[in-house]
């Protein structure tokens, strides 16, 4: 049996860096590290209740990428009733990468794009582990 | 409650799924970062559900702008349903309709066709803030 895709779901959050820094990690594993593997979707979609939306994050395991402790990705996955696997929030991947210091949202700094890489390996790894854990089952 | 003076409330959807989606959120910060730095504030749409009655009474304090890319309207609607009835809604992907040449392809990074198509929507949401201060200041 073909695995489920996994639904990257980052928050996009528009006041700080860190809601940016969330979008391009997630960006980085659907388009380039895991294309195959894992897709997104509009988180505005999801929390309007659009049924496609809906019927993609119960179907298919979903990662949420929130960029600050609100976790508006985590909670609207929730509140879906949504398949969540796991969950980042890119302040704690921050706090163990102090040096790291990310600016700017229509642009993020090379040192945003450093963390959001960072944070894409993670997430590539966590699809994987998702995926085998699927076959498992 | 009351309208705050001399400040619209823009609320873009973000949408992670299309290209339009990073238009709407580039052309957005365009506004709030160099065209209207004084006299506009943002909000993360879905911190409307996932946050308290602070961030539902957005719309009620701020008369807002909804920046969709797409015709399912998430911003308008998401505003209307959980803060408050936007003032207007610009929508992506009419504004591409009036400049063809100009191409979008790209979820990640602009390139500086797509950042020219931004500036242009950010443009259409300046002009809306300077008529709703407009009307806001007659009353």
Redesign the interface.
């Known amino acids: 049996m073909e695995n489920h895709k996994v639904v990257v779901v980052p928050c996009s959050g528009i006041g700080k860096s860190l809601g940016t820094v969330g979008r391009v990690a997630a960006y980085k594993v659907v388009e380039r590290m895991r294309p195959e593997k894992t897709r997104t979707v509009c988180l505005a979609l999801l929390t309007m209740g659009d049924n496609d939306a809906l019927k993609l994050v119960r179907e298919n395991p979903c990662i949420a990428v929130d960029g600050c402790p609100a976790q508006c990705s985590k909670k609207n996955i929730e509140a879906s009733k949504g398949k969540l696997a796991h969950n980042i929030v890119v302040t704690d991947v921050l706090r163990k990468n102090r040096a790291l210091k990310p600016d700017g949202v229509i642009k993020l700094n090379d040192q945003g794009e450093k963390l959001a890489e960072i944070i894409a390996r993670a997430l590539s790894e966590k699809v994987d582990e998702i995926q085998r854990e699927e076959k498992c089952e | 409650m009351t309208l705050a003076a001399g400040k619209v409330g823009i609320i873009?959807?973000?949408?992670?799924?299309?290209p339009e989606?990073t238009i709407s959120?580039?052309a957005?910060?365009?506004v709030l970062?160099k065209l209207k730095p004084d006299q506009t504030v943002?909000?993360?749409?879905?911190?409307?559900?996932?946050?308290g009655e602070d961030e539902r009474a957005f719309a009620r304090v701020f008369p807002t702008i909804a920046v969709d890319g797409c015709s399912?309207k998430?911003?308008e609607?998401?505003t209307k349903?959980y803060s408050g009835k936007p003032v207007a809604t610009i929508l992506v992907s009419e504004v591409m309709k009036k400049y063809p040449h100009l191409k979008v392809k790209s979820?990640?990074?602009l390139e500086p066709q797509e950042m020219e198509l931004a500036m242009k929507v950010a443009e259409e949401i300046a002009k809306k803030v300077d008529e709703i201060l407009c009307k806001t200041a007659r009353k």
């Open positions: 873009c959807c973000s949408g992670e799924d299309l989606g959120r580039v957005t910060r365009l970062e943002t909000l993360c749409l879905p911190l409307f559900l996932a946050g399912k998430c911003a609607a998401g349903k979820r990640e990074k």
